[in-house]
């Protein structure tokens, strides 16, 4: 099972911007699609965005697309979520996730310890 630690939430503006990073273990990582979900007070985990093993396919919410981009770089074993144009709606803690199934989406068992996100208007 691989191990997932979180990094680079915060505090930003509405229209601001962050990046979430994801650093996980293992040898295998490369071999795992990876996903983004949150959570927001007094509601369920949702989906946000996921990308491929390869890199090659990436898949977002449609309250996300356009304004959210996944990206991972295989050699480092990270993972990452650039967050652009913010709303208050973000809020929520951000939780990365590895070995995700795409179609139709499940998460996997690994999940992080989570990085708060809080979008203020």
């Known amino acids: 099972q691989v191990q997932l630690v979180e990094s680079g939430g915060g505090l930003e503006q509405a229209g601001g911007s962050l990046r979430l990073s994801c650093a996980a273990s293992?040898?295998?990582?490369?071999?795992?699609?990876m996903g983004w979900f949150r959570q927001a007070p007094g509601k369920e985990r949702e989906f946000v965005a996921a990308?491929?093993?390869?890199?090659?396919?990436?898949y977002y919410s449609d309250s996300v697309k356009g304004r959210f981009t996944i990206s991972r770089d295989n050699a480092k074993n990270m993972v990452y979520l650039q967050m652009n144009s913010l709303i208050p709606e973000d809020t929520a803690v951000y939780y990365c996730?590895?070995?995700?199934?795409?179609?139709?989406?499940?998460?996997?068992?690994?999940w992080g310890q989570g990085t708060q996100v809080t979008v203020s208007s």
């Open positions: 293992g040898r295998t990582f490369s071999s795992y699609n």
């Open positions: 990308i491929s093993w390869s890199g090659g396919r990436t």
């Open positions: 996730n590895a070995d995700l199934r795409l179609a139709p989406m499940r998460p996997g068992s690994s």
